[in-house]
């Protein structure tokens, strides 16, 4: 049974950094592609970042590019999202996502 578990949010300031984790299992972690998807209050879920599982190549939507990391540990089974340089608007709850499967989401509120 495959399960994604992201632990990592929290409240944080403007400019603030967190480091999002997501712990996999269920499935062999090194052959896959990992993506973090987000979803604002009122908004649909939006792709944030991915990593391939071959090279361990990265790519970023444009409005994290930047101030966002995504980074993978094949031997913990693990993706990460290093945030910096927070955003009120990057206020969402984050997602992992592995093609159709997806964690339970945790929630990151970038507040003064």
């Known amino acids: 049974q495959v399960r994604l578990v992201e632990s990592g949010g929290g409240l944080v300031q403007p400019g603030g950094s967190l480091r999002l984790s997501c712990a996999a299992s269920?499935?062999?972690?090194?052959?896959?592609?990992m993506r973090w998807y987000r979803q604002a209050p009122g908004k649909e879920r939006e792709w944030v970042a991915h990593?391939?599982?071959?090279?361990?190549?990265?790519n970023y939507a444009d409005s994290v590019k930047g101030r966002f990391t995504i980074s993978r540990d094949n031997a913990k089974n693990t993706v990460y999202l290093q945030m910096n340089s927070l955003k009120p608007e990057d206020t969402a709850v984050y997602y992992c996502?592995?093609?159709?499967?997806w964690g339970q989401g945790t929630q990151v509120t970038v507040s003064s």
């Open positions: 996502n592995r093609g159709p499967d």
């Open positions: 269920g499935f062999t972690f090194s052959n896959y592609v």
């Open positions: 990593i391939t599982n071959t090279d361990g190549r990265t």
